[in-house]
């Protein structure tokens, strides 16, 4: 469990006082500061506990409408009665939830329904309202936005406050609905390109104003925003995987653990590149709780995914509901490993 990982005691857990300042001084340094000069304030620790339903087995579906979520319910409620399986993770483009949170509160119905779990998430990238691009580029024809803002330089960090402030309005809405709702766990997307993962890809590399420095800072600024609602109820999730990560995930993980506290019970970095394949690749993980999510929909071997899960210590693994199918050759195995594992 996280508690086990952060190696904390009662003498390090901030007050709730603590905890409520520090979050004013990261809204604070994501208005006023590029990170980097951030990290001259200090870095900042943050341990607490948080309640057990957020590591596990997760069935994780994407939908844009109500209605695709409806037709879908009956496949939910089976994988929710599944021994083990935590709860579903919902994922959302951003379009699709700017008038309301119509999609989040079925998913809710649905899962207290079923005495289940809760974890919602958004999608950016492509999927980010056009009014909240700011600085942008384009990816197979449609707008993406950029981490720095119009006017950088290669050497002069500008952030991109058009997408910085819908972001913030959007996580700080989304985290009070999790609050009220009794969800857990919020997901979190990058810039992004055509998926939430990081996205470094040519068309990034090649507008102006980029530098690796320059995409770290605008990575690090979400990052603070996200840290900035979070607490012993709530934590956040940021994937790691995607394109052009070489350079970028090594020291991104850095900065989350050396600004948020190594092993933060509030923050996992998600890595969406499981298979069944043995031996399975080891994400880099540098002081961060880890999660896995399952590289397409298919049906798996599921005694070497959970194999790869318990070896590499991930605190949680996502399925796409799909892949619960009971027609699936080794549905009955996934229903045994899910029962086991608790990440």
Known sequence: ????????????????????????????????LPLTAALSQGAVVAHASIPAPVTGTWAMLQVST???LTHFTPTIDAALAIPGVTGLSLRVPWTSI???????????????AAHSNLAIRFIAGVDTPAQDLGNSTTIAGKAIPLPWGAGSTPTSFVPNTTFENAYRATVGQLATFAQ?????????????????????????TSAP????????????????????????????????????TRSVVMPLENYMSTTYGSDNPELMVQWNTLTDKLPASQPPAAGVNLS?????????????????LTAQHSQAVE???QSFAPSLAHYALLKQDAATFKG
């Open 292 to 308: 896995r999510q399952m590289m397409g929909q298919g049906d798996f071997n599921w005694a070497n995914v959970y194999q790869t």
């Open 66 to 68: 109500t209605s695709a």
């Open 180 to 204: 009220a709702n009794g969800i857990h766990l919020l997901h979190l997307p990058w810039y992004s390109g055509t998926t939430a993962e990081i996205y470094n890809g040519p068309e990034v």
């Open 209 to 244: 104003g980029y530098s690796l420095q320059n995409f770290l800072t605008g990575y690090e600024r979400l990052a603070a925003i996200g840290m900035s609602v979070t607490g012993p109820n709530l934590s956040v999730e940021f994937p790691c995987s995607g394109i052009g």
């Open 1 to 32: 469990m996280f508690a086990s990982r952060s190696q904390t005691n009662s003498a390090t857990v901030p007050s709730s006082g603590a905890r409520a300042q520090r979050r004013l001084t990261l809204l604070a340094l994501t208005a006023a």
């Open 319 to 321: 399925i796409y509901l």
């Open 98 to 112: 700017t008038s309301n949170l119509d999609i989040y509160s079925q998913g809710v119905q649905i899962t207290q």
